[in-house]
């Protein structure tokens, strides 16, 4: 049978799971317990780690630092996100067939923050918090240890879409604490940010980018987004036998953490 392009786009990438599995110790599930029939491609990539993507990881580390998920990788482009239902990576499809994005790479790491919830009662959507991870390219599906320095915010049809800067532990990126110190220290990178962010959709029939952007919010917006969302996610989706504990105030223990005072949040 001779194979069309997105046939091989497809079968490429479903190959690119099953390596995913033996190179960072995720497993690539099939569709079903049977091989596809004659003129049926697999066409939906999913990706197990050891745990539960959404709700296996805590937010915050004893460390003051904040865990993400890392759904796609810096420089490409495959569509990959946290089910909140499954727990599972999974490629987004879109008119029965594999999302890439029909632009330029990601210029970060995307992912998310476990155990958090933007709650559709406060105008969220009803998912965990949108992250942009700086440094190196990091493989789907790794949980990474970062600190915030500020909000990229963005609208979206005319919804708020924001989405936390955070910078990896480790990271030349590491040392900045605020979007400020980001540009200081490493000139553009928020305009790189900004420019990819309100870009990638296009435009619409009027010509207008889809995506626009009044610019960033700071460090202490970006914290308190993240411990609200995680209070959220505590109070409201996760079940009693696995809802952490909760200080005399109602809170997650981990929800301020007393020595972050020390590195100036």
């Given at each position: 049978?001779?194979?069309?392009?997105?046939?091989?786009?497809?079968?490429?990438?479903?190959?690119?799971?099953?390596?995913?599995?033996?190179?960072?110790?995720?497993?690539?599930?099939?569709?079903?317990?049977a091989?596809?029939?004659?003129?049926?491609?697999?066409?939906?990539?999913?990706?197990?780690?050891?745990?539960?993507?959404?709700?296996?990881?805590?937010?915050?580390?004893?460390?003051?630092?904040?865990?993400?998920?890392?759904?796609?990788?810096?420089?490409?482009?495959?569509?990959?996100?946290?089910?909140?239902?499954?727990?599972?990576?999974?490629?987004?499809?879109?008119?029965?067939?594999?999302?890439?994005?029909?632009?330029?790479?990601?210029?970060?790491?995307?992912?998310?923050?476990?155990?958090?919830?933007?709650s559709?009662?406060?105008?969220?959507?009803?998912?965990?918090?949108?992250?942009?991870v700086?440094?190196?390219?990091?493989?789907?599906?790794?949980?990474v240890?970062?600190?915030?320095?500020?909000?990229?915010?963005?609208?979206?049809?005319?919804?708020?879409?924001?989405?936390?800067?955070?910078?990896?532990?480790?990271?030349?990126?590491?040392?900045?604490?605020?979007?400020?110190?980001?540009?200081a220290?490493?000139?553009?990178?928020?305009?790189?940010?900004k420019?990819?962010?309100?870009?990638?959709?296009?435009?619409?029939?009027?010509?207008?980018?889809?995506?626009?952007?009044?610019?960033?919010?700071?460090?202490?917006?970006?914290?308190?987004?993240?411990?609200?969302?995680?209070?959220?996610?505590?109070?409201?989706?996760?079940?009693?036998?696995?809802?952490?504990?909760?200080?005399?105030?109602?809170?997650?223990?981990?929800?301020?953490?007393?020595?972050?005072?020390?590195?100036?949040?």
């Amino acid at each position: 049978m001779r194979k069309t392009p997105l046939v091989k786009t497809v079968a490429t990438l479903f190959g690119l799971s099953l390596a995913l599995s033996a190179t960072w110790g995720l497993s690539a599930l099939p569709l079903s317990g049977a091989e596809p029939g004659p003129g049926v491609t697999p066409q939906v990539s999913v990706l197990k780690g050891e745990k539960n993507f959404f709700t296996g990881y805590d937010t915050h580390n004893v460390d003051g630092t904040v865990n993400a998920v890392i759904e796609i990788p810096a420089g490409s482009t495959a569509k990959y996100e946290v089910s909140i239902k499954t727990g599972l990576i999974e490629l987004e499809q879109k008119n029965g067939a594999p999302r890439f994005v029909q632009y330029l790479g990601y210029p970060c790491n995307y992912g998310n923050i476990p155990r958090t919830i933007l709650s559709k009662e406060k105008g969220g959507d009803g998912d965990p918090v949108d992250v942009l991870v700086l440094g190196s390219a990091i493989p789907t599906g790794s949980v990474v240890k970062t600190r915030p320095i500020g909000i990229l915010s963005l609208v979206d049809g005319g919804e708020i879409d924001d989405k936390v800067i955070l910078v990896l532990e480790g990271s030349p990126f590491a040392s900045c604490k605020s979007v400020d110190e980001l540009d200081a220290k490493f000139p553009g990178a928020t305009t790189i940010l900004k420019t990819w962010f309100t870009s990638y959709k296009g435009r619409d029939k009027k010509g207008n980018l889809i995506l626009s952007s009044p610019g960033f919010k700071g460090r202490a917006e970006a914290i308190r987004l993240i411990g609200d969302a995680a209070l959220d996610y505590e109070r409201s989706v996760v079940t009693e036998s696995d809802k952490r504990a909760l200080d005399e105030k109602g809170n997650p223990r981990l929800y301020r953490w007393a020595g972050a005072k020390n590195l100036g949040e």
